[in-house]
């Protein structure tokens, strides 16, 4: 699947965001090795810190799925659903992508299906804790 396609998968998805307490709309699109994409959204909660952010429930919703295998996960948001800025993944979200993900993931942070940036999880999350560290 192409860059903006996938941009798009997002930014289609962030009218759904359950926000109401932050009014912070976020949404992401996970492309898979397979080439399926799984959305996702913030599902915030009234005792807070229950909240779950756009990118573990993409995440979520593909492991459930049976999927292991990642390439890319676009993230965009803003307050109220309107874009202005790049929305970068908070750092649990990191450490969950890095369960699944090497340092070449690929994480796209978009604005708009023009306008965006990419970088990889390697450089959001450098010297990281991850499966092989336990594997003795
Ligand atoms: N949020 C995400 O969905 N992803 C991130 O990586 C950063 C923060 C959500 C959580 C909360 O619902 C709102 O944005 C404000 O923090």
């Known amino acids: 699947m192409d860059r903006r396609s996938l941009i798009q998968a ?6 759904n965001a359950y926000a109401p307490y932050s009014h912070f709309h976020v949404s992401a699109a996970l ?20 909240t779950v952010c756009a990118e573990r429930s993409a995440f979520f919703r593909a492991v459930n799925e049976g999927k292991r295998e990642f390439e890319a996960i676009v993230i965009c948001g803003g307050q ?21 993900c090497g340092a070449d993931f690929t994480v796209i ?14 450089e959001l999350l450098p010297m990281s804790f991850g499966p092989e560290n336990l594997a003795g």
């Open 10 to 15: 997002a930014i289609d998805n962030l009218p």
């Open 31 to 50: 492309l898979c090795r397979d080439g399926s994409v799984y959305t996702g959204f913030n599902i915030e909660n009234s005792s807070y810190t229950p």
């Open 80 to 100: 109220d659903g309107v874009i202005t800025d790049y929305c970068p993944p908070c750092g649990v979200c990191r450490q969950v992508m890095r369960e699944f």
């Open 109 to 122: 942070l978009a604005k708009s299906a023009d306008e965006y940036k990419e970088t990889t999880l390697g």
